[in-house]
Structures are given as C-alpha cells and as structure tokens.
C-alpha cells in the first residue's frame, strides 16, 4: 500500500492506493514545515486523519510533497514525523513544485506555478525542478496568491479605499476589526492561511470594476515578476496548479494570451495525475 499527499499550508490532499481496494481520498490541514513543528505535524495527522492512522501498519511507501519542503532541514522536519507514524515505511519528500511538475508535466518540459495559498514558479527539465530566486513567502513574495489578495482586500478595507457599494460588502461578510487583524497577522501562527480566506471574496466582485482591475494586477504581478523572469518562457508551455489558477482560470489565459505565454494544464487538485505518475514510474500495482 502506498500513500501520496499533496500539501499546501491551507490543506493536505491524501490518497492510500493498494493493489486490494480502490484509492481512499482524505484531507488534512496545510503542512508547511516553516509554520509547524515535528510534534505538530503528527498531531494534525493523528487528528485529522482516523482513516490513515486505521491503515498505518499497512502502508510501504509514502511519497510526500509540499510547500516549504525544498529545503533539506524543512524536508527532514516532514520526513521525521511521517516515520514516527509510519516507522516501517520508505518515506520520500519533495517540494509542492516537484509534485505539480510531475501531476502536469509527467516526464516532459515545462514551466510549472503554483498559484494556491502562496505562489511559485520553477522550470521542470522532464526530470527535477531547476532550484530558482522565486517563493519568498507571504511578507516578501507570493505574487497573484491568495495571500496577495487577501492582504490588497484587507489594506484597502481598512484603509476605507474601497468603492463605498464593496466596503459595505466586505463588512457585512467579515466584520473585521483593525485590532483583530493584527492580532492574526502579527501574534498568531499561520498569517499567511489566515490572509488567504479572504481571496474567496474576489469571487463575489470579480465581475466588478474594481474586481477585474484588482484581479488583473495580482496575476500580472505574476505573470511579470515570475513568468517573465524566465528568459525563455515563451518557448514552453506554462502549468498552473492551485485554487486561484483554477477559480480564475479563463481570466489568467486571458493575461497570459496577452502576454505571450503558452497555457497548459490549469489544476486546482494534482492529487490524481500524482499518484497517476508514481505508479506509472514505479511500477506498482494498485487498482485504480
């Protein structure tokens, strides 16, 4: 039995797959080693997860990738709580980005985003993802994320920017505080998940004018600053994975025909072609 997870800091994707059942789907909470310990991780686990924790003694391999994972100190944090679990499994973490390059890719070029929770990008060679100056986070990068929009939405709330009709809209559907929010910002863990559950409103006012501008600046700043960086980057095909790529994604082909940019693959859950590709390239048997 094997065990896939996709993991962003909102949400874990998982999926168990033998050769005696069907695949087993389940969720979890996001975890990013940059925002959790060792002890938390299994906790989350333990919790969130009774169908995995019934399954532990039979699970081999366990294939793990997620964000803040492409460090090796950030990777060891995941790997060391997946064996406290699971002490008799092989246990392999990577990147979210390694994980969407195969889920889009499978074995061929491209570039690969993630537009999710946070934003990233990295060029795929057919086999690893090249290591490159983008991911910088919620406070110093995250480009058309939904910590960027989450944070334009809450500045410009706060500052009282909002057209009047959009302001009165935004309060009724939050009640936000000044004081609230920065308590959440700045005292508590997980600023960047927490900025990240407003980017849903844009979905309520993207057909508006303010909507459409603000949406367009966030996945142009994509677009320029992480795309474009990329000397080459019309001469391949760009995949999109995540929740904001897929919820806007005919506004994002828009930009990007614009720009021209090659789109391909838009996901908002890889989880599937994942475990699609592990098993092609491992040769297991599992049923599908």
Sequence with gaps: MILVADSGSSKTDWVLASDKQKPVKFNTGGLNPYFLSEKEIVKIIQEDAPVMVNHFPLIDEIYFFGAGCSSPDKREVISNALTQLFPRAFVSVDSDLLGSAYATCGSHKGLVCVLGTGSNISFFDGEEVAAGKHGLGYIL???????WFGKALITQYLYGVMPAEIQAQFKEAYHLTKNEVINNVYFKRKANSYLASFASFMSVIKDTEYGKNLLRKGLLDFIDINIKSYPEYHQHVCHFVGSIAYFF?????????????????IMRHPIDDLLHFIITRNHIQVQE
Excluded: H, P, Q, Y
């Design 141 to 147: 990068g995250d480009e058309g994320s939904g910590t």
């Design 249 to 265: 994604r005919e506004e994002l082909k828009a930009l990007c025909e614009e720009n021209g940019i090659s789109v391909g693959k």
